[in-house]
Protein backbone atom coordinates (compact mmCIF):
# COMPACT_ATOMS: atom_id res chain seq x y z
CA UNK A 1 0.00 0.00 0.00
CA UNK A 2 1.21 3.23 -0.87
CA UNK A 3 -0.57 6.74 -0.49
CA UNK A 4 1.42 10.00 -1.68
CA UNK A 5 0.27 13.41 -1.09
CA UNK A 6 1.55 16.77 -2.92
CA UNK A 7 0.73 19.48 -3.77
CA UNK A 8 1.35 20.97 -0.45
CA UNK A 9 3.70 24.47 -0.11
CA UNK A 10 3.60 28.15 1.34
CA UNK A 11 0.33 30.41 -0.13
CA UNK A 12 -0.73 34.32 1.14
CA UNK A 13 -4.07 34.17 2.79
CA UNK A 14 -7.12 33.69 0.24
CA UNK A 15 -5.05 32.16 -2.00
CA UNK A 16 -5.72 28.10 -3.14
CA UNK A 17 -4.05 25.15 -3.32
CA UNK A 18 -4.86 22.00 -4.65
CA UNK A 19 -3.79 18.65 -3.14
CA UNK A 20 -3.03 15.49 -4.63
CA UNK A 21 -3.03 11.91 -3.18
CA UNK A 22 -1.51 9.03 -5.65
CA UNK A 23 -2.54 5.81 -4.13
CA UNK A 24 -1.46 1.94 -5.13
CA UNK A 25 -1.33 -1.39 -3.90
CA UNK A 26 -4.63 -1.30 -2.68
CA UNK A 27 -8.34 -1.74 -4.31
CA UNK A 28 -8.56 2.01 -4.38
CA UNK A 29 -12.26 2.21 -6.26
CA UNK A 30 -13.42 -0.06 -3.37
CA UNK A 31 -12.20 2.49 -0.73
CA UNK A 32 -14.11 5.38 0.79
CA UNK A 33 -10.71 8.22 0.92
CA UNK A 34 -10.26 11.45 3.23
CA UNK A 35 -7.79 13.92 4.10
CA UNK A 36 -7.05 14.79 7.66
CA UNK A 37 -4.36 17.81 8.69
CA UNK A 38 -2.66 18.00 11.91
CA UNK A 39 -1.04 21.48 12.67
CA UNK A 40 1.58 21.31 15.57
CA UNK A 41 0.67 21.10 18.83
CA UNK A 42 -3.22 19.46 17.60
CA UNK A 43 -4.63 16.32 17.32
CA UNK A 44 -5.21 15.30 13.73
CA UNK A 45 -8.31 16.18 12.37
CA UNK A 46 -10.59 15.47 9.64
CA UNK A 47 -10.91 17.31 6.34
CA UNK A 48 -13.07 15.52 4.35
CA UNK A 49 -13.86 12.30 3.40
CA UNK A 50 -15.55 11.00 0.05
CA UNK A 51 -17.12 7.46 -0.48
CA UNK A 52 -15.64 4.93 -2.70
CA UNK A 53 -17.72 5.87 -5.50
CA UNK A 54 -17.82 9.58 -4.83
CA UNK A 55 -21.30 10.19 -4.88
CA UNK A 56 -20.50 11.44 -1.12
CA UNK A 57 -18.51 13.52 0.49
CA UNK A 58 -18.19 15.01 4.49
CA UNK A 59 -16.66 18.12 5.17
CA UNK A 60 -15.32 19.25 8.88
CA UNK A 61 -17.68 23.05 9.67
CA UNK A 62 -14.62 24.87 9.66
CA UNK A 63 -13.84 23.73 6.00
CA UNK A 64 -17.25 23.64 4.51
CA UNK A 65 -17.72 25.94 1.36
CA UNK A 66 -13.92 26.31 1.08
CA UNK A 67 -12.76 22.99 0.32
CA UNK A 68 -13.63 20.18 -2.23
CA UNK A 69 -12.86 16.67 -2.02
CA UNK A 70 -12.48 14.57 -5.11
CA UNK A 71 -11.67 11.86 -6.30
CA UNK A 72 -10.81 10.07 -9.84
CA UNK A 73 -11.33 6.02 -9.78
CA UNK A 74 -8.91 5.92 -13.31
CA UNK A 75 -6.46 7.29 -11.73
CA UNK A 76 -6.44 6.02 -8.33
CA UNK A 77 -6.48 9.58 -7.03
CA UNK A 78 -8.18 12.06 -4.56
CA UNK A 79 -7.99 15.19 -4.33
CA UNK A 80 -8.67 18.38 -2.27
CA UNK A 81 -8.91 21.62 -3.83
CA UNK A 82 -8.58 24.29 -0.72
CA UNK A 83 -9.78 27.86 -1.81
CA UNK A 84 -9.52 31.25 1.22
CA UNK A 85 -6.84 29.65 2.47
CA UNK A 86 -6.60 31.00 6.18
CA UNK A 87 -3.72 31.18 8.16
CA UNK A 88 -5.26 28.29 10.51
CA UNK A 89 -5.73 26.36 7.62
CA UNK A 90 -1.74 25.94 8.01
CA UNK A 91 -0.48 22.33 9.03
CA UNK A 92 0.51 19.03 7.08
CA UNK A 93 -1.83 17.43 5.49
CA UNK A 94 -2.62 13.66 5.18
CA UNK A 95 -4.60 11.31 3.14
CA UNK A 96 -6.18 8.61 3.94
CA UNK A 97 -8.42 5.31 2.95
CA UNK A 98 -11.11 4.40 5.14
CA UNK A 99 -14.60 2.62 4.90
CA UNK A 100 -18.44 4.02 5.60
CA UNK A 101 -20.18 2.72 8.65
CA UNK A 102 -24.01 3.54 9.35
CA UNK A 103 -22.54 7.48 7.48
CA UNK A 104 -19.57 7.54 9.62
CA UNK A 105 -16.11 7.88 8.17
CA UNK A 106 -13.28 5.65 9.80
CA UNK A 107 -10.17 5.29 8.50
CA UNK A 108 -8.46 2.10 8.05
CA UNK A 109 -4.61 1.31 10.06
CA UNK A 110 -1.66 2.59 9.61
CA UNK A 111 -0.76 1.18 6.29
CA UNK A 112 -3.31 3.15 4.39
CA UNK A 113 -1.71 6.85 5.32
CA UNK A 114 0.59 9.01 3.23
CA UNK A 115 3.42 10.62 4.86
CA UNK A 116 1.51 14.12 4.33
CA UNK A 117 2.59 17.27 2.77
CA UNK A 118 3.10 20.81 4.33
CA UNK A 119 0.51 23.51 3.67
CA UNK A 120 1.26 27.12 4.98
CA UNK A 121 -0.51 29.64 5.12
CA UNK A 122 1.45 33.47 5.50
CA UNK A 123 1.82 36.41 3.86
Known amino acids: VQLVESGGGLVQPGGSLRLSCAAS????????MSWYRQAPGNKRELVAA????????NYADTMKGRFTISRDNAKNTVYLQMNSLKPEDTAVYYC?????????????????WGQGTQVTVSS
Open 50 to 57: ITSAGGRT
Open 25 to 32: GFPFSGYA
Open 96 to 112: SAGTYRSGTYYPLGNNY
